[in-house]
Structure formats: C-alpha cells, structure tokens
C-alpha cells in the first residue's frame, strides 16, 4: 500500500499536541495548589480526573471508532480537548478546573485509541516499528517543551514583561496571580487549529487486524479468568502511577524540601525528566536487541529505584538531578511491559489491548494515595509509596514466562560484516 505522507505527518503532530496537554500537569502541581489552597490530597485529584478518562473510555473508543470512522473521532477528540481548556480558561475555579481535566483526558483518550491502526496503514506495515519509535521521540519532544512553555509564560506575565511576544495579551486574558492559566489558551488553539486542519485531510480506510480491534463480551470474560491478564494490567497500572507519581510530584518536592523555584526550577526538572525519558527509550530499544526483555526490566527497575531513594533522601544538588534521572530509567517499561503481556496470550489480543489501556487509570489513582498519604505524614513519605509500585513491576521481570521471548542477537552478530 502507497505510504500517505500527508496522514503520517497529522499523526507525528497529532502525538506532540497529545504530548504537549499531558504532561503539563507537574510543572503546574505548585501553582494550581497555591492558587485554590488545595491540600495534597485535593492536589492528587487532578491527574485523577485525567487519567481516569482513560481508565473509562479506552475500551469505548474502541467500540466507536469501529462505528463512527477515525476522522470523526479525531474531531471529536480535539473538539472535546478545545472545549475543556476553553471552558476552564474563560472561568478558571477548581471544580471547572476538575472538569475540564477530564474532558481533555477523554479526548486524549480517544486519540490514543485512533492513531496507531492509523499510522500502520498509512505509514505501511512494513515502516510501522520506525515510525512508532519516530512518534515517540516527537511525543517525547512535546513533553520536554510544555514545562518550557509554562516557564515563558508564567515568569513574564508574572513579572509585567508585556514587550514578548504573546505576554501582552495574555497577560489581559488571565486574572491576578493565575498567570498558569496562560497554558490553557495556548491548548485551546492548538485544538481548535487541529480540529482545522483535520477537516480538510481525506482520511485513508483502516482495515483493523486482529490485535487491533475490540473484541466480544466472551473474549473479555475468558480474558479475565486467565491470572496474566490481571496481572499485566496491574504493571500498566502500576507503570503509569510511577511516571505520574513523580513527575507530577518533584516540582512540589524540589520546592517543599529545597527551596527551589517551581516556575523555573520546578518546570525545568520535569521537562528533563521527558526528555530523559525519550533518550532512554532509543537506548531501550537497543537493549533489547543484545538482551532478554525481563533482564532489561529488572536492571531499568532497580536503577529507577535507586534514582527515587536519591531524589527523595539526597542532598539539595542530588535530588534535583536523580528525579529527572529516574525517566530515563523509567522509559523501558512500558514497551516492555505491553509487549511481555501480549505475548503471554494465544488469543483476544484486541480485547487485552484494551483491557491493558485502562490500566492507565492507574496515573488517577496513585496520585491520590500519594497525596492522602502526604496528609497524614509528609510529601516525602506519601512518594515512599512509588516503591510499593516499581516492586511490582520488578517483579513482573521474575515471574513473566511470555510465550515468545523477544529475538536478540550477539554483540559478534550485530557487527559481523554482511
């Protein structure tokens, strides 16, 4: 099949905007609890109307897009993206707030869901590993420049620097001390620009295979008599409650325990704990070349727990580098996570797919036990709780038995001459 570069394109900018309103979440942790005087445990549930979207509507999108089409739904997705920032940027409380986290996780959500049967067909089977790793890295990229925006934003509207571009007017649509709302127009017009040029690209016909598509209410109950499943969706779970617990978390920390300025200190250590992350994932995807899969985990898993024991008990210097070291520790698990469940299965790839995305929901519900916890005793001892969540994905290394291992070749192998 003939490669559409046009759809390729739309899908990597599609994965950066996805990226770009994610992420944002721990560089703004500070701000939006100072702001509305939230305590830790009201703070843990703002990734928790996030990410409980996916939790709710992975497998439902999965239904619709079958139903609806993929171009429908990718309007639809960043209609809803559109309206929650719009909505929360026209009236900036806590409860608006809460909803429109949702609404923009759903349409998140649902994107998720469209954009990798899309970039298989439109990229060419035979391209799509590349062009996966390529929309990684740019989803990676996203993630490293969002703190960067908020950083611009906030420190030149706060400081009445009106000659830079965009501060002037942006400094008319915000109140007094809600400089971070800034962000929620610049999501409002990315969407709606998205929406734009969405309505104008002829979407390719995607024939989903097997492992792509939502299965039978049978499938999912026969899934679910089987203890892998649950198993591995505990490790989706259990991965993205760690990735959210401490990028979410550390700015908060960094300034809580060393003083450090959250606007630009804070946003930066998150921006490098992204973009550590992504240059992680191209060291991963090497690794796994020269090395069974689990053994990558395990070594990625005890070295990321390394990394949080320094950040949480280091010193001023270490704890602001070992947090941002800890993504690039982290980048390996979910690949290698999804990849060890699937393969433990015979059948019902599609249905587990699904059931594996709503493991997502897992970045909701740490965030609030971690913040209940710090409630009770203190931040740090509330993200005491993320090794409880990495020693399950450790373990995940020890009693995985995949059916197909992933092919590895020698270090005399990879360099013999062809």
Do not use: C
């Not at 620009?193 to 995607?206: A, D, N, Q, T």
């Not at 008990?313 to 390996?332: N, Q």
């Not at 994905?393 to 192998?413: G, M, Y």
Request: aromatic letters at 16%; charged letters at 10%; a positive charge.
């Amino acid at each position: 099949m003939k490669r559409n570069y046009v759809i390729v394109t739309l899908i990597m900018v599609t994965f950066f905007v996805i990226s770009f309103l994610t992420n944002i979440l721990g560089a703004l942790n500070p701000n939006v609890t100072s702001s509305y005087s939230l305590t830790e445990t009201m703070a843990g549930f703002l990734p928790f109307a996030f990410f409980i979207a996916y939790g709710v509507m992975s497998i439902p999108s999965g239904v619709l897009v079958e139903k609806w089409g993929e171009k429908r739904m990718v309007i639809l997705a960043f209609f809803l993206a559109f309206a929650g920032a719009l909505i929360f940027a026209l009236s900036p409380s806590f409860p608006v707030f809460m909803f429109s986290l949702f609404t923009i996780g759903t349409g998140m959500a649902v994107l998720q869901v469209v954009m990798n049967p899309l970039l298989r067909v439109s990229g060419g089977e035979e391209h799509y590993a590349f062009n996966s790793v390529i929309a990684q890295l740019i989803f990676g990229l996203a993630s490293f420049i969002s703190p960067q925006m908020y950083t611009y934003f906030v420190t030149n509207i706060d400081s009445g620097n009106t000659t830079k571009p965009f501060i002037g007017m942006m400094s008319d649509l915000v109140a007094n001390s809600f400089s971070w709302v800034s962000v929620y127009w610049v999501f409002a017009l990315m969407s709606v620009v998205m929406i734009i040029v969405v309505l104008f690209v002829k979407f390719p016909k995607v024939e989903l295979q097997d492992d792509e598509k939502i299965g039978s209410k049978e499938s999912y109950l026969e899934l679910f008599s089987n203890k892998y499943v649950i198993l591995y969706f505990l490790g989706i779970f259990a991965y993205v409650g760690t990735e959210q617990g401490i990028s979410y978390w550390m700015s908060k920390f960094l300034n809580n325990y060393h003083g450090f300025n959250p606007d630009i200190v804070g946003a930066d250590a998150v921006s490098y704990f992204w973009g550590l992350m992504t240059i992680g994932g191209v060291l991963g995807l090497i690794l796994l070349k020269l090395m069974d899969s689990k053994m990558v985990l395990r070594w990625f898993t005890v070295l990321a727990m390394v990394s949080l024991a320094i950040g949480l008990w280091g010193g001023k210097e270490l704890s602001l580098w070992a947090f941002p070291v800890s993504g690039f520790f982290l980048s390996v698990m979910y690949p290698v996570i999804i990849s060890l469940g699937l393969n433990s299965v015979k059948k019902h790839h599609g249905s587990f797919a699904g059931i594996l995305m709503t493991g997502i929901a897992g970045g909701a519900v740490v965030q609030v036990l971690i913040g209940g916890l710090s409630d009770l005793t203190s931040l740090k001892v509330g993200m005491v709780f993320l090794f409880v969540t990495l020693g399950y994905i450790l373990s995940i290394s020890f009693w995985a038995k995949p059916i197909i291992n992933n092919k590895t070749v020698s270090i005399k192998e990879l360099f013999k001459a062809k």
